[in-house]
């Protein structure tokens, strides 16, 4: 059942009146804890497993016992929790840990909850320092509950982060895309927010500085959480260094890449134009039956990595019986449209044309005369195609239903926040960056606005994997 996002404020009242309260003030100590324990800060010294010495670079508290001390299974061997309230108390008929120095001694000497056992030789002995030893305690105190410091998030505020074109030739989207964003944002905090939380929206112009430069200098300046349907479409591998090293998630992206996306930090609410070539194809294949080829016309180079995926699972193969796939490079387009008429060697061609030479082609051609099948994106070459009939295709990026209420920008803006605020409530209330991306990664369906139901899996990332024909 999704939850709904609206009902929330009763709810979120009752949670944030008995959470624990956010540390006012993180230590140094609790810093360095936090460091060591998940591995980006090296012990002093290397332990040891089983009297051999293993690297420092493994020797991180996290790989066994999870991200949030929540303890895991690997292998058979138990790694039990190690958040505070499970080493105090009493767990399978075993006394809890009575003191600090207890719990430093099975860190260190391997000794079990009674005194007179060892723990199994799979936990590293560690030889801390006394630097050490203090951080490390610390942090266990706090670590699984909401005092554990995470960025953009505080006891009544979760921060988000945008870049959209604001400026040049494509503001006015940009801005409706922020205005159908903090549309659905004051809706959800004038419930109460989520979990007591409301969400507040950090936008930068994407136009000035370029898109990765404006994005890397929104993770570096500012405390947010995440971002959230930004025009980002395929980051750069520098961008996607810092997202990864910030631990950024890019959330329900507006931005439509050329080749389908599959990095675990990054989800897109719009399908790939090499999904909706693919969709393109199959419609063209399934309502033309003739025996001739297949086209694919293209003049911009920058769309050959989504053609090249799909013209190779097609090229010198037949597949369904049918002819393979030619992919043909635009120069002249009457010319060559004449001479693919005139050989007959294809009768289902997709164009990936600008709108101008797509209405060139329209104007001059009989489609239905020369028993010709064509199809194109709306995405690439607007809509002058005159679409909706067997033999003609336009391939939409969305369900025509998503415009039932306002324009395809704002509802981009509303489905994005709509899905990131779902993902947020299914996190819980100890909320942080891991968990937003596990809930992301879980196959279960998310309904960021009515009657548009999505999912994603750790390497399906977009929301939305194929094209559309509205009718």
């Not at 005194?115 to 490390?136: G, V």
């Not at 947010?224 to 980051?235: D, Q, R």
Request: aromatic share 4%; proline share 5%; glycine share 8%.
């Amino acid at each position: 059942m999704k939850p709904q996002i609206q009902r929330l404020g009763i709810l979120s009242t009752l949670l944030i009146a008995c959470s624990v309260t956010l540390a006012a003030n993180i230590t140094d100590e609790i810093k360095l804890g936090r460091a060591l324990y998940e591995g980006k800060h090296p012990f002093t010294h290397a332990p040891q497993v089983a009297g051999v010495t293993i690297p420092l670079s493994d020797a991180h508290c996290s790989a066994c016992h999870g991200s949030h001390g929540e303890g895991r299974v690997e292998g058979g061997i138990i790694a039990p929790s190690v958040q505070w309230h499970s080493l105090t108390n009493k767990r399978s008929n075993l006394p809890g840990y009575d003191s600090a120095q207890q719990i430093l001694s099975a860190i260190e000497k391997g000794i079990a909850r009674t005194n007179d056992t060892l723990l199994t030789e799979s936990m590293p002995r560690f030889m801390l320092t006394n630097s050490e030893r203090d951080a490390l305690i610390e942090y266990l105190r706090i670590i699984g509950t909401e005092a554990v410091p995470v960025r953009g998030v505080s006891a009544d505020t979760i921060i988000l982060g945008t870049v959209l074109p604001l400026t040049g030739t494509q503001a006015a989207a940009g801005y409706s895309i922020l205005q159908g964003m903090q549309q659905r944002i004051n809706a959800i905090n004038a419930t109460g927010g989520i979990f007591g939380r409301v969400l507040q929206l950090k936008s930068v112009d994407a136009t000035t500085d370029g898109l990765d430069a404006a994005t890397l200098d929104l993770i570096q300046s500012q405390d947010i959480f995440a971002l959230v349907g930004s025009w980002l479409a395929e980051p750069s591998d520098g961008l996607i260094q810092a997202l990864t090293a910030s631990n950024t998630p890019s959330v329900g992206a507006i931005g439509m890449p050329i080749a389908t996306q599959h990095h675990r930090l990054t989800t897109y609410l719009l399908p790939s134009v090499q999904q909706q070539i693919v969709s393109a194809l199959a419609l063209l294949q399934e309502r033309c039956t003739s025996d001739l080829g297949s086209e694919i016309w293209y003049v911009n180079e920058k769309d050959l990595p989504a053609i090249n995926p799909v013209s190779g699972a097609f090229s010198n193969t037949s597949v369904n019986n049918k002819p393979p796939l030619r992919v043909v490079h635009v120069s002249q387009v009457e010319q060559q449209l004449k001479k693919t008429i005139d050989s007959r060697l294809a009768d289902k061609l997709i164009f990936l044309l600008p709108s101008d030479d797509i209405e060139s082609i329209r104007s001059q051609l009989d489609i239905d005369t020369l028993h010709l099948c064509v199809a194109t994106l709306a995405s690439i070459s607007g809509t002058s195609l005159q679409a909706n009939h067997a033999n003609r295709v336009v391939v939409f990026p969305v369900p025509q239903h998503v415009l039932a209420a306002t324009d395809l920008w704002t509802a981009l803006g509303h489905a994005a926040i709509g899905l990131i605020a779902e993902a947020i409530a299914r996190s819980g209330r100890i909320l942080d960056q891991d968990r937003l991306i596990s809930v992301l990664d879980n196959p279960q369906e998310f309904e960021p606005i009515p009657g548009l139901s999505v999912r994603f899996t750790p390497k399906a990332r977009h929301a939305l994997a194929e094209g559309f024909i509205w009718q």
